[in-house]
């Protein structure tokens, strides 16, 4: 070790267990938005593009990170989404006024398009309907010509559209972001609980077998947050199985300490809004627990100013081109575990989003695709993140920052894959000059021994990559080892680790 350590401890049993992980955590997002899809996923002139002009290096890196399910098409963009303007033949497509980014939609992509960009990616499609700007009627059509399987009106259009079989999408967002000024037909609790409540009500007689999510405040600093929770779930709890969170940070201010702590901001979000749920929960009598789909989460701040100067009505301008720094990514590592410690009951979170757009993909028009810092993060959490969460009993030194007590330095989660058995653990280290050297009690992994400890660290925490210099990325040389039974595990000062055991057989 190069520098001095402080020491920690951690406990971890296979009868600990917190719950079997929902595969859609690690989820994503792509929004009609600054290059997501025009220039992201879809570049017809790319070399690379297929048939239908999508980009195969940005698929290749998209499957890398296994992503289970990817929301669409907004966000902010939805609210005044005719998605009808998105189907049919591309030439009699309109171009439209986007009002949420304001830029212009050629609607060259739409519902099918997406449907079949998923697919390539194997990957599964949430939709989100309008209820900005729309309501019931739209958003039952939409759901008949994606999921009704022919003889009427709509799915016979989407026949026409060359499209025989349903799309089937299982999961449905009621609207984005209801609560926000910024949102074009912001609704007040009850208007939005209400319409949510008849938007539901209707999409399930189309058909019963979908999940919905109802939306949740904006984020956690709302003035309406939690009083939106509880007054829109009067009205939704029943029919809604998800309510959504969405949250992103940054560090404005230059002070890394306080910034890696911003994942206990999300922890009290979460915790809130399970108390929030489990009250209205309580006061229906109800039998029914909500679950909770943290659909957009990311760190966002690098390219506010940048965005300011980008000229209104232009097709796919660079909007939202976050390049993301070393310390990102460990703050991104952070906002996993924290979700993995709560996978009883956040079953969706996506991270937003996918690519261009605060992603962890990022392309050349015409050029290259290549990997932001928090893709690697995402990445192995994704892979290696499969299975049963673990509650690990932590004792760790703790700081002080500027917005938080006590933050522990040690931020793990774990999961225990029974079926490779295979026990994963992610941690970040949080201080920024010393090591932690971790005694990890693994008393019912008897047999099981280090297969891989990958590390990220970097010495510069505002290190980027670039298309042509990946300065940030992992390595697979941590030292943790197995000594007389327990795990020591060394996570170095201001890190990100995956220390991965197996059983010898
Ligand atoms: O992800 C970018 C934007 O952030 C989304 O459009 C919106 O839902 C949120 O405010």
Redesign the pocket.
């Known amino acids: 070790m190069a520098t001095e350590s402080v020491k920690a401890k951690m406990v971890v049993d296979k009868e600990f267990q917190i719950s079997e992980i929902d595969p859609r955590v690690y989820g994503s997002?792509i929004?009609h938005?600054g290059r997501a899809v025009y220039g992201g996923i879809y570049e017809p002139e790319h070399p690379t593009a297929d048939q239908h002009g999508f980009r195969q290096d940005v698929l290749d890196l998209v499957k890398e990170l296994q992503v289970p399910i990817v929301r669409y098409p907004?966000?902010?963009?939805v609210s005044a989404y005719n998605w009808e303007d998105g189907v049919g033949p591309k030439g009699d497509r309109p171009k439209r006024l986007e009002l949420?980014w304001r830029v212009i939609e050629t609607n060259q992509v739409g519902t099918n398009e997406f449907v079949d960009w998923a697919k390539a990616a194997n990957t599964d499609v949430m939709m989100a309907v309008n209820l900005g700007t729309r309501g019931v009627d739209a958003a039952r059509n939409l759901l008949e010509y994606c999921n009704h399987p022919g003889g009427t009106y709509w799915s016979d259009l989407r026949k026409s559209h060359g499209y025989e079989n349903p799309h089937n999408i299982k999961v449905w967002c009621l609207g984005?972001?209801m609560d926000?000024p910024?949102q074009v037909g912001q609704k007040t609790a009850q208007e939005y609980g209400r319409l949510a409540y008849e938007t539901a009500k209707a999409m399930r007689l189309v058909d019963p077998s979908i999940e919905l999510v109802t939306c949740g405040s904006?984020n956690s600093n709302m003035p309406t947050f939690p009083s939106w929770e509880a007054e829109t779930l009067e009205h939704t709890y029943d029919v809604a199985d998800y309510i959504s969170l969405?949250q992103?940070y940054g560090n404005r201010s230059g002070d890394t300490a306080n910034f890696l702590a911003k994942s206990m901001d999300m922890e009290n979000f979460i915790q809130t809004v399970i108390s929030t749920c489990d009250y209205i929960k309580a006061k229906k009598r109800s039998k029914k627990k909500m679950y909770l789909s943290f659909d957009?989460w990311n760190v966002?701040f690098h390219s506010n100013q940048q965005d300011k100067e980008i000229e209104p009505w232009t097709v796919a301008p660079p909007q939202?081109e976050d390049v993301y720094t070393f310390e990102d990514a460990l703050l991104v590592g952070s906002m996993l575990n924290t979700m993995l410690r709560h996978s009883d009951r956040v079953k969706i979170a996506c991270m937003?989003?996918l690519v261009n757009?605060?992603a962890p993909i990022m392309t050349e028009n015409g050029g290259a695709a290549w990997k932001q810092t928090i893709f690697y993060p995402y990445f192995y959490t994704s892979v290696f993140g499969r299975g049963v969460a673990l509650n690990p009993v932590v004792s760790s030194p703790k700081y002080d920052s500027k917005d938080f007590t006590d933050v522990p330095y040690l931020d793990p989660s774990v999961v225990y894959n029974e079926e490779k058995e295979e026990l994963v653990i992610f941690a970040t280290n949080r201080h920024l000059e010393k090591d932690l050297e971790v005694d990890i009690d693994v008393r019912s992994f008897e047999g099981y021994s280090v297969i891989e400890h990958v590390v990220l660290e970097n010495e510069n925490a505002k290190a980027i990559n670039t298309a042509t210099e990946e300065n940030v990325k992992p390595h697979t040389n941590g030292e943790s080892y197995l000594d007389d039974g327990k795990l020591v595990g060394i996570f170095p000062k201001f890190s990100w680790n995956m220390v991965r055991l197996q059983k010898k057989n």
């Open positions: 997002f929004e938005l907004g966000g902010n963009m949420a984005n972001e926000g910024w904006s969405h992103y957009e966002w939202l937003a989003q757009v605060i």
